[in-house]
């Protein structure tokens, strides 16, 4: 769904070349340019026209014009998520008065969310345990994971609150946080914005210092959608006479009925018929029953206060923001979930890894321990040191067990990311064996000039969307706070007609020549029908027009003063904080770099240490054969390699960490990946993502601890 409003939004395919400036963006008097920038992005596709649209907030508000272009790129705003292939479209009404008119009055039904694993979860078991790609952990994460699946709920919220907007409510706002309840794998990113919905009672504080309360600021808009009233009473009452003039019975009917509707311009429009039918025992009513009509006109214009299209409208265009918001959010929990996973995916490998390790170490000290058994029984070696060789093997097995818990634990870790249903004993008891292990050969991005790769970032980022989105939000709410310092001034004009009939009041009482009071002669008093009555209510027989103006003037005004003041000190802060977002990110950028590079290294030379130290312990066993060298040295060697695989493990964990954590700097992460945010947004993922820089292990299967050889014997 692609939401277009005039004067707010304009989508570009094609992306704004003349955006950057001759100075670099780390200069002082690109700061405020990068926020006339990414407005102007997100602007009617004019520069001129929205330049004029901030002016005229007023001269205390936003006085900066687009004019002053940045060196920054704009920010490309998110891909439009829509959910219409599974959900109805929130943003509408259910009914529509042209079909079946009741449906507007039922209850939408919401189907229940399911608690159940994806059927590629299922798939991946072979032998009771689950052989785990990373692409197949983010496709698995991207259909299971609760965070995704609690955030996937918020565009459907979003739209909830356009169909209010729309009607000329207020908004009730939409969550704009990444849900970070997955356990493990810490990922790195820049939280939202703040909350792009109405702000709630009272002072309400955003995300990262930000004060959010002036949201809804501004005249009320007039109610769009038109209400019918209708009144019907039946009244029975029997007063004591206390003059000729007064008691008796009297029967009376009431039926009104009335239409209201407001309109855009700051228009109200009433429309009441007053309906009676009065039946009467006393002798001085001519009629008896006496029909009443009266249909009566009232249209209320805004000339100062909540005047205008813009001012009513406002919300709709918020409620528009909103929507952008809540999908620029929403692929930021992707991207922070995406990363999130892989992390948990590289400690899983390096787990692994390290159990094979310690396997192979411990394997060594059976060995060397075996072998000094049958030295000690032909007595060419001492008994301690078959003493030290034992409690090098249970050192060993101590090591191994510690690091077999630990791989216990992070399948478990990332069975919780990647399943929705762990209650399965079944699922919870199946291995997990990762299949892909990470390639150390140079990217793309490490050799790219670290300034290409922060102007990436800026144009990539979902956190400067929102804060160019925030800024938009802010420019609205100061034109409603600029608006609600006027007075009030309403010309209204009104008109009425009525109508009267029935018959003659049997009982009725006409007065004589003489003076003397005697019963009617019948026909004294002409009947009148019912729809002689509505004509006479048309045709202006017994009209009541005339126009009028109410003027309310508040003499210190210092409730709008303080909001409009409030509201540009929030924008200003907005302003603040979307520079501060463009001075961290880069900052994030050029550190993963730097980063990436350093750990490809690390691994290179951890690689090298170990295959040194693998050398080293197969010389040290040879002559360990030939009598030139003693199991002392053999141990130290086995320790020395030890600790080199395991420096080697974490330098491949890291460095595969780091280069997805680059990715993420750069929000590149679906790109690289191929990941289709629509699938993601409907939790059905049928293209699985395509990991550059992996490969598949040769050896992927259960790590078993074989017991020490003291317990074999």
């Known amino acids: 769904m692609q939401l277009f409003v005039p004067g707010v939004f304009k989508q570009k395919d094609e992306t704004v070349s003349n955006l950057r400036g001759q100075a670099g963006h780390g200069q002082a008097s690109s700061k405020l340019r990068a926020v006339a920038a990414v407005m102007l992005m997100l602007a009617a596709g004019n520069p001129a026209g929205f330049a004029q649209q901030v002016a005229g907030a007023g001269a205390t508000g936003p006085d900066k014009a687009a004019s002053d272009l940045p060196s920054a790129p ?3 705003p998110t891909e439009p998520l829509n959910l219409r292939s599974t959900a109805r479209d929130f943003s509408k009404p259910a009914g529509r008065l042209l079909g079946n008119p009741i449906n507007i009055y039922r209850p939408t039904t919401i189907a229940k969310a399911s608690f159940e694993n994806s059927v590629r979860l299922t798939d991946l078991v072979k032998n009771g345990k689950i052989y785990l790609s990373l692409s197949d952990a983010l496709a698995l994460a991207l259909e299971n994971n609760y965070d995704i699946a609690i955030a996937r709920y918020n565009l459907d919220i979003a739209d909830t609150d356009l169909l209010r907007a729309r009607a000329g409510s207020t908004l009730r706002g939409v969550n704009a946080t990444v849900l970070t309840n997955t356990l493990g794998g810490s990922s790195q990113t820049l939280s939202s914005s703040g909350a792009p919905g109405g702000a709630s ?19 009320a808009p007039e109610a769009l959608d038109p209400t019918l009233t209708g009144n019907i009473q039946l009244e029975r009452t029997k007063t004591p006479s206390t003059s000729p003039f007064s008691g008796g019975s009297n029967n009376t009917n009431v039926y009104d009925f009335s239409y209201a509707q407001g309109f855009v311009t700051g228009t109200q429009l009433t429309v009441a018929l007053n309906q009676s039918r009065a039946t009467t025992s006393n002798a001085f009513s001519s ?14 214009q805004h000339l100062l206060q909540g005047a205008g299209i813009w001012v009513n409208k406002r919300f709709q265009y918020e409620g528009v923001i909103n929507r952008r918001l809540t999908d620029s959010t929403f692929r930021q929990q992707i991207l922070y979930t995406v990363n999130q996973v892989e992390n948990i995916y590289w400690a899983l490998v390096s787990a692994y890894e390290d159990v094979q390790a310690k396997q192979r170490a411990i394997e060594q000290s059976n060995k060397l321990l075996s ?14 040191q078959v003493v030290s060789d034992e409690s090098a093997v249970a050192t060993d097995q101590q090591a191994l067990i510690s690091s077999q818990n630990n791989l216990s634990y992070q399948q478990l870790i990332i069975k919780q990311a990647i399943a929705r249903n762990l209650n399965d004993p079944a699922l919870v008891a199946a291995p997990v064996i990762p299949t892909d292990r990470v390639s150390i050969e140079e990217i793309a991005e490490e050799k790219q000039p670290v300034e290409d790769l922060v102007q990436q970032a800026f144009q990539n980022r979902p956190e400067l969307e929102q804060a160019a989105l925030a800024i938009k939000k802010d420019s609205i709410t100061l034109r409603g706070a600029r608006n609600n310092l006027l007075p009030t001034l309403d010309a209204y004009a009104f008109y009425s007609g009525t109508g009267e009939g029935g018959t003659q009041n049997p009982k009725a009482i006409c007065e004589t020549s003489t003076g003397a009071f005697v019963s009617c002669e019948p026909g004294a008093y002409p009947p009148v029908s019912y729809s002689t009555a509505l004509d006479r209510m048309l045709n202006n027989s017994f009209p009541d027009k005339g126009v009028g103006f109410n003027l309310t003037i508040p003499l210190r005004n210092r409730t709008a003063q303080a909001d409009q003041a409030r509201s540009l000190i929030e924008y200003r802060q907005a302003e603040l904080h979307l520079e501060q977002l463009y001075t961290q990110i880069h900052i994030q950028v050029v550190n993963a770099q730097i980063a990436l590079a350093n750990d490809r290294e690390l691994v290179k030379a951890d690689l090298a240490a170990r295959d040194y130290n693998q050398q080293s312990l197969d010389a040290e066993e040879k002559k360990l054969h030939l009598g030139a060298s003693t199991t002392a040295n053999v141990l130290q060697q086995e320790r020395n390699l030890a600790t080199a695989e395991n420096n080697l493990i974490a330098a491949q964990a890291t460095y595969a960490q780091a280069r997805a954590a680059l990715y993420q700097m750069l929000a590149s992460t679906l790109q690289h990946y191929g ?31 074989k017991p020490p050889a003291a317990q074999q014997n």
């Open 287 to 300: 009629y008896s029953p006496l029909d009443t009509a009266n249909l009566k006109a009232t249209l209320t």
């Open 675 to 705: 990941i289709n945010l629509n699938e993601a947004a409907t939790g059905t993922v049928e293209t699985a993502p395509v990991i550059p820089g992996v490969s598949t292990s040769k050896d992927a299967t259960e790590p078993v601890a």
């Open 74 to 76: 704009a920010v490309a």
């Open 371 to 384: 072998d000094d058994r049958k030295q000690l029984e032909i007595g060419t070696v001492a008994p301690l």
């Open 201 to 219: 009672s009272g002072a309400a504080a955003g995300s990262s210092g930000l004060v959010l309360s002036t949201d809804e600021v501004g005249p």
